[in-house]
């Protein structure tokens, strides 16, 4: 009333660690790219020789999550260079 209320502070948009050190440094996606490649690779190389049967659904859950961060720093980047 008569001009002392709180004004209403819109709120700052959430961002993840992830999108923070994205931004800061681009460099750091193709860094965590080529990371999640390697160990792709490393676990494809390690059922082509014949593990444990027992380990191929561990070692598919690993892929399959190394994957899915790898969609999303191409997600992140997409953004960022929106911007």
């Given at each position: ?16 660690d ?13 860094e ?52």
């Open positions: 009333m008569f001009g002392l209320e709180k004004e209403k502070k819109k709120p700052t948009k959430f961002q993840f992830l999108e923070v050190e994205i931004a800061k440094n681009p460099t750091k996606a193709k965590i790219t080529s990371l999640c490649e390697q160990k792709v690779d490393q676990i494809k190389a390690k059922l082509k020789s014949g593990t444990h049967p027992d380990s191929f659904e561990p070692l598919g859950i690993l892929i399959h999550g190394y994957n899915a961060m790898k969609r999303v720093v191409k997600k992140i980047e997409k953004k960022e260079a929106t911007k």
